[in-house]
């Protein structure tokens, strides 16, 4: 590992992780930016699920995407190495996102699990892989830095993928945007392979310690009980948490949260210090993680249901232009629920591919009626056919709270794309990050350096005012059912949290690396994700419940409130934080 480098200077290999992480996340945040809006739409080609279910499916699938890294974290650190896992993970991810909308029942399903298990072995090993460069003397004081600064490869991939996403589902349909995902994936590996020489010198396998625990034995008594603990989570009569995979995914991380907790509890005097505080840190920030993955959720059904989405006119044909635009129709739309991949006009000679065929539609609102109904095809050609209605759906969900007199008079409206209010949050990460780190940079100068810890505290409490914004945005006009709320509320809500997400995110990886026992860096790194992954999870839960809860003010109002609370917590704590960071690298 003799890698030289000038002082001060980051080296070569931050430049080849950053660009591999941006196309990883570029593909990971278009996926997960659409799901839900993919599963639940019923006038495109989606799933046609209740809100409820897919935030279900959504949540478990963050929930699922960060928890796997436990595992894959132990595998590289004893086993596979960084590097090996790194392309496993992606690989498998990449198969996930191109056979995501292929035809059959449980398809989705399958494509889902191999995303999950990539993103484990993915995930915390190119983040191990940066903290390893980042362990030379001469390159310490630049890890909080260089973390910062492969975030932003993260939010450069996150800001540009929704309107990819956005011009290919308008343009083709949802099989396209899935597909784009697994194409970005793949640009990541084929640039990794291509430095490879850069980063092999940094892949380094730590061999078992005396006292350590035995892989089989850390499977034995986590990864077994966790399926166990599943299966009766989902068994079980009733629901505890909402629904059967709630219940699953909850138990399921019971017997991790035990491992963690031993590993603690067995640990030397100096491993006691540095893991007691990293778990810590976890377990209060699954407030923000909760908060952060309402982007996938909540704010997603605000976006799409309660969030005027018209633009000026002036920009309305440029845009349109662009395929930037979706056209959403306030009339019955006749679909036809045979098979989800085949058959939108059936007669007796030809069978048309669903996504060939524009929508149709129909004043008949009785199913299993035989009427005239024409589609056309890709090649523009009319079929006019005698067909079955299968089912007949009702407007557009954005006109769920629109009253009916302020329709559109020609029949459906042109509006921007749900997903594209995601890329506000990255927006904001790349404009903000070098603000934020000059200010930090300054304070320190002036003798009054923003701590690792604190920056934890303040992110609590400032991601606990994203969500009071939401509160504040609920009030802004006399009924969410009945009116529109700003798209600047979005903005304003994004914005604030972006500062904590900063102060947060790519600290907790360094915070992690600073901390964690040498040998155990990738297993905490996968304790790290598990906040994350609990947090998704109670984000989906909450989202679950969307439509049970009428009054907003008490969906947001009870996270702003966690959040400021878990703030207050860290902040009781600071000096003690300091002090263990100050003995574990001679700084904060």
């Given at each position: 590992?003799?890698?030289?480098?000038?002082?001060?200077?980051?080296?070569?290999?931050?430049?080849?992780?950053?660009?591999?992480?941006?196309?990883?996340?570029?593909?990971?945040?278009?996926?997960?930016?659409?799901?839900?809006?993919?599963?639940?739409?019923?006038?495109?080609?989606?799933?046609?699920?209740?809100?409820?279910?897919?935030?279900?499916?959504?949540?478990?699938?963050?929930?699922?995407?960060?928890?796997?890294?436990?595992?894959?974290?132990?595998?590289?650190?004893?086993?596979?190495?960084?590097?090996?896992?790194?392309?496993?993970?992606?690989?498998?991810?990449?198969?996930?996102?191109?056979?995501?909308?292929?035809?059959?029942?449980?398809?989705?399903?399958?494509?889902?699990?191999?995303?999950?298990?990539?993103?484990?072995?993915?995930?915390?090993?190119?983040?191990?892989?940066?903290?390893?460069?980042?362990?030379?003397?001469?390159?310490?004081?630049?890890?909080?830095?260089?973390?910062?600064?492969?975030?932003?490869?993260?939010?450069?991939?996150?800001?540009?993928?929704?309107?990819?996403?956005?011009?290919?589902?308008?343009?083709?349909?949802?099989?396209?945007?899935?597909?784009?995902?697994?194409?970005?994936?793949?640009?990541?590996?084929?640039?990794?392979?291509?430095?490879?020489?850069?980063?092999?010198?940094?892949?380094?396998?730590?061999?078992?310690?005396?006292?350590?625990?035995?892989?089989?034995?850390?499977?034995?008594?986590?990864?077994v009980p966790m399926i166990i603990f599943a299966?009766?989570?989902?068994?079980?009569?009733?629901?505890?948490?909402?629904?059967?995979?709630?219940?699953?995914?909850?138990?399921?991380?019971?017997?991790?949260?035990?491992?963690?907790?031993?590993?603690?509890?067995?640990?030397?005097?100096?491993?006691?210090?540095?893991?007691?505080?990293?778990?810590?840190?976890?377990?209060?920030?699954?407030?923000?993680?909760?908060?952060?993955?309402?982007?996938?959720?909540?704010?997603?059904?605000?976006?799409?249901?309660?969030?005027?989405?018209?633009?000026?006119?002036?920009?309305?044909?440029?845009?349109?232009?662009?395929?930037?635009?979706?056209?959403?129709?306030?009339?019955?739309?006749?679909?036809?629920?045979?098979?989800?991949?085949?058959?939108?006009?059936?007669?007796?000679?030809?069978?048309?591919?669903?996504?060939?065929?524009?929508?149709?539609?129909?004043?008949?609102?009785?199913?299993?009626?035989?009427?005239?109904?024409?589609?056309?095809?890709?090649?523009?050609?009319?079929?006019?056919?005698?067909?079955?209605?299968?089912?007949?759906?009702?407007?557009?969900?954005?006109?769920?709270?629109?009253?009916?007199?302020?329709?559109?008079?020609?029949?459906?409206?042109?509006?921007?794309?749900?997903?594209?209010?995601?890329?506000?949050?990255?927006?904001?990460?790349?404009?903000?990050?070098?603000?934020?780190?000059?200010?930090?940079?300054?304070?320190?100068?002036?003798?009054?350096?923003?701590?690792?810890?604190?920056?934890?505290?303040?992110?609590?409490?400032?991601?606990?005012?994203?969500?009071?914004?939401?509160?504040?945005?609920?009030?802004?006009?006399?009924?969410?059912?009945?009116?529109?709320?700003?798209?600047?509320?979005?903005?304003?809500?994004?914005?604030?949290?972006?500062?904590?997400?900063?102060?947060l995110s790519p600290i907790g990886l360094s915070?992690?690396?600073?901390?964690?026992?040498?040998?155990?860096?990738?297993?905490?790194?996968?304790?790290?994700?598990?906040?994350?992954?609990?947090?998704?999870?109670?984000?989906?839960?909450?989202?679950?419940?969307?439509?049970?809860?009428?009054?907003?003010?008490?969906?947001?109002?009870?996270?702003?409130?966690?959040?400021?609370?878990?703030?207050?917590?860290?902040?009781?704590?600071?000096?003690?934080?300091?002090?263990?960071?100050?003995?574990?690298?001679?700084?904060?």
């Amino acid at each position: 590992m003799n890698q030289t480098v000038k002082a001060g200077k980051h080296p070569k290999q931050l430049f080849v992780l950053f660009i591999t992480e941006m196309w990883e996340r570029f593909g990971y945040y278009l996926m997960v930016g659409i799901l839900l809006l993919y599963l639940t739409d019923n006038t495109t080609g989606g799933r046609g699920m209740s809100t409820a279910q897919g935030a279900d499916i959504v949540g478990s699938f963050i929930a699922l995407v960060y928890l796997t890294p436990f595992i894959g974290g132990l595998l590289a650190d004893r086993y596979l190495g960084y590097i090996k896992s790194i392309f496993l993970g992606g690989i498998l991810m990449a198969a996930g996102y191109l056979t995501l909308t292929m035809p059959g029942k449980y398809t989705m399903y399958i494509a889902m699990a191999s995303i999950i298990i990539g993103n484990g072995f993915f995930k915390p090993n190119i983040s191990t892989l940066l903290g390893i460069i980042y362990n030379r003397e001469d390159l310490k004081p630049l890890k909080d830095n260089a973390y910062n600064i492969f975030y932003m490869g993260i939010n450069i991939g996150a800001l540009i993928c929704n309107f990819a996403a956005a011009i290919l589902r308008n343009r083709i349909g949802w099989t396209a945007a899935f597909s784009a995902a697994g194409v970005g994936l793949i640009i990541g590996l084929i640039w990794l392979a291509i430095n490879l020489k850069k980063i092999k010198p940094f892949d380094i396998k730590k061999p078992m310690q005396p006292g350590d625990m035995k892989t089989s034995k850390i499977l034995g008594s986590t990864f077994v009980p966790m399926i166990i603990f599943a299966v009766i989570g989902w068994i079980i009569p009733g629901n505890i948490f909402g629904s059967d995979s709630a219940d699953a995914f909850i138990l399921a991380c019971v017997p991790v949260i035990i491992f963690y907790t031993n590993l603690w509890r067995k640990g030397n005097a100096e491993d006691k210090k540095g893991i007691g505080a990293l778990l810590f840190v976890f377990a209060v920030s699954i407030i923000f993680w909760t908060i952060y993955n309402q982007n996938s959720t909540g704010l997603t059904i605000w976006a799409q249901t309660h969030t005027n989405r018209e633009i000026p006119k002036v920009l309305e044909k440029p845009a349109d232009a662009i395929y930037m635009l979706q056209t959403v129709s306030d009339s019955n739309r006749l679909t036809d629920k045979v098979d989800e991949h085949m058959v939108a006009v059936i007669d007796n000679s030809s069978m048309v591919k669903k996504d060939t065929v524009r929508t149709i539609t129909t004043k008949n609102n009785k199913p299993d009626t035989s009427i005239k109904v024409y589609g056309i095809t890709a090649n523009g050609n009319r079929i006019d056919t005698e067909s079955k209605v299968i089912q007949v759906m009702g407007p557009d969900p954005y006109f769920n709270n629109v009253p009916k007199d302020q329709w559109p008079k020609s029949g459906e409206t042109k509006l921007a794309n749900t997903e594209l209010f995601q890329s506000i949050n990255p927006f904001f990460i790349v404009v903000l990050t070098p603000l934020l780190l000059a200010f930090f940079a300054w304070r320190t100068r002036k003798g009054k350096t923003v701590t690792t810890a604190s920056k934890f505290a303040w992110a609590l409490i400032i991601s606990g005012l994203s969500a009071l914004t939401m509160v504040i945005a609920t009030m802004s006009v006399p009924s969410i059912y009945q009116d529109k709320t700003s798209a600047y509320w979005l903005w304003l809500t994004y914005g604030i949290f972006t500062v904590s997400e900063i102060c947060l995110s790519p600290i907790g990886l360094s915070f992690v690396s600073k901390l964690a026992p040498q040998r155990l860096t990738a297993l905490m790194m996968g304790g790290w994700f598990l906040s994350t992954s609990l947090g998704g999870k109670v984000a989906g839960v909450m989202a679950s419940f969307w439509d049970k809860i009428p009054d907003k003010r008490i969906f947001f109002g009870i996270i702003a409130v966690a959040a400021l609370l878990g703030g207050l917590l860290i902040f009781a704590k600071v000096k003690s934080l300091n002090q263990i960071v100050r003995e574990k690298t001679g700084s904060d």
